[in-house]
């Protein structure tokens, strides 16, 4: 599903330049929960904004289900983004204007699925993450717990086949975290859709099909620090 190879970037650090990543590789299999772990400052984030093709590589090549994003010109990136990709982030980046059922419903009028149609399938994906309740919400007016949910039903009411999130519980207690991510592992397993997740939190590491490392600019595997999660399961633990 997604190839990752040789990848390199690098940014200006004063008089030098700090290389992030360093023809790093990995192969990750569709429908696949991979965990990304590493530092702060590793590269998590420039990893899964160079996999979406919101930054731009130095070098290398990240192909999704055989398209080569490095090599789409900005507009077919977006248009590639808005179609096949979700997003999840650590502060839920929700649009304040906007109640709970519009922000869902956003990602499918950019697709141009609007009217009733796009209200029904924002209200059902609203529903799943337990939210049901509160369509007409005023967003500020949500607990952290609650708009991360909103976040991940505005990820995921388009059906992309990538789900990409950065550290989505890095601004939740811990109950509050165990919750949210029971719903994003179990939503993302039952749709089959490929999740990959930068993360410091333990729990989701183990719980993960397979773990990654950011280590001196390289993927590396993870595993043999974490212990890993006994079982595969498609439903909430």
């Not at 609203?126 to 007409?136: K, Q, Y």
């Not at 939190?201 to 773990?211: F, G």
């Amino acid at each position: 599903m997604i190839v990752i190879r040789q990848l390199c970037r690098s940014f200006s650090e004063g008089t030098g330049v700090h290389r992030v990543l360093d023809a790093a590789d990995a192969c990750i299999e569709a429908g696949e929960v991979v965990a990304i772990v590493g530092r702060s400052g590793s590269g998590k984030s420039t990893l899964l904004n160079l996999v979406s093709g919101i930054d731009r590589a130095d070098g290398g090549e990240v192909s999704i289900g055989g398209r080569i994003v490095t090599s789409m010109p900005e507009p077919e990136r977006t248009l590639f983004r808005r179609e096949h990709l979700g997003f999840v982030y650590q502060f839920f980046n929700l649009i304040t204007t906007l109640d709970a059922e519009e922000n869902v419903r956003l990602p499918l009028e950019l697709n141009g699925i609007r009217g009733a149609a796009a209200r029904r399938r924002s209200a059902a994906m609203l529903a799943e993450v337990g939210l049901g309740d509160r369509l007409h919400s005023a967003v500020d007016r949500l607990s952290g717990g609650e708009q991360q949910r909103v976040a991940i039903a505005r990820a995921l009411v388009h059906e992309p086949a990538v789900l990409l999130a950065d550290e989505p519980t890095g601004n939740l207690d811990e109950e509050t975290a165990s919750q949210v991510l029971r719903v994003l592992l179990s939503l993302s397993r039952s749709r089959r859709t490929t999740l990959i997740v930068a993360t410091h939190d333990l729990w989701l590491a183990r719980s993960a099909d397979r773990v990654l490392e950011l280590r001196e600019g390289k993927l590396v595997s993870g595993e043999g620090g974490i212990e890993r999660a006994p079982t595969r399961r498609s439903g909430v633990s």
